[in-house]
């Protein structure tokens, strides 16, 4: 007699988030190795601050960083690529051990392939989250495209989903809950909630 494994049963966590979503997306997060995000309009509002000595503030959401930090702690890799270059977002990446940052990037396509390539990575393995006509490229490359709630038409329907939540208000962080769901590594986090173990800040 043939012993078979029973089915995993999802965590009620994992059952809420993916019942809303079509089994083909949940397929494509489901081989996410990669995770790329864009920065200004995802990670952010898109709001750019200037003080007075010419100097530029950005607003971070406490939650997206913790979604990316999820995403790491569970095997899957989190990159950066942005058209913009500054010492903010360096700094942000590194407050959460993000190693790979590409900034200065204008054909985040080709930014993509490379990344993905030098990471032994296949592109349909590859996850891009972005919000503007410069992350199309990315998008239409990636395995599992996604794309903010306020991000212009033509480039929500670009993406294979789209967050309920604007970008900088948890659009990543709905994301990131997406990808770890669809692997099954959700309730991992709910069951044992201090399981975070790796360098820099949890947000």
């Known amino acids: 007699m043939t012993m078979t494994t029973p089915p995993r049963l999802a965590h009620p966590a994992e059952a809420l988030l993916l019942a809303r979503v079509a089994q083909p997306v949940r ?3 489901a081989a996410v190795r990669l995770m790329v995000f864009d920065v200004d309009g995802v990670l952010t509002d898109g ?6 000595q010419g100097e530029m503030l950005k607003r971070f959401n406490a939650l997206d960083g913790h979604g990316l930090r999820l995403l790491m702690e569970s095997g899957i890799k989190v ?3 942005t058209g913009r270059a500054g010492p903010i977002t360096a700094r942000r ?5 993000i190693a790979e940052l590409m900034q200065g990037v204008r054909d985040k396509g080709a930014a993509l392939t490379e990344l993905a390539q030098r990471l032994g990575i296949q592109l349909n393995q590859t996850g891009f989250m972005g919000d503007d006509i410069i992350d199309l490229p990315a998008m239409q490359r990636a ?3 996604a794309s903010v709630s306020n991000a212009p038409a033509y480039v929500a329907q670009a993406a ?3 967050s309920t939540q604007p970008g900088g208000s948890g659009a990543a962080r709905e994301c990131c809950d997406l990808l770890l769901a669809a692997q099954g590594r959700l309730g991992a986090f709910l069951n044992t909630p201090a399981v975070l173990t790796g360098p820099g800040a949890i947000q």
């Open 27 to 29: 397929e494509r997060a």
């Open 47 to 52: 709001s750019l601050y200037f003080g007075e």
């Open 79 to 81: 990159a950066l690529i």
């Open 93 to 97: 990446a590194a407050e959460l051990g």
């Open 143 to 145: 395995g599992f495209a």
């Open 160 to 162: 294979h989903w789209v």
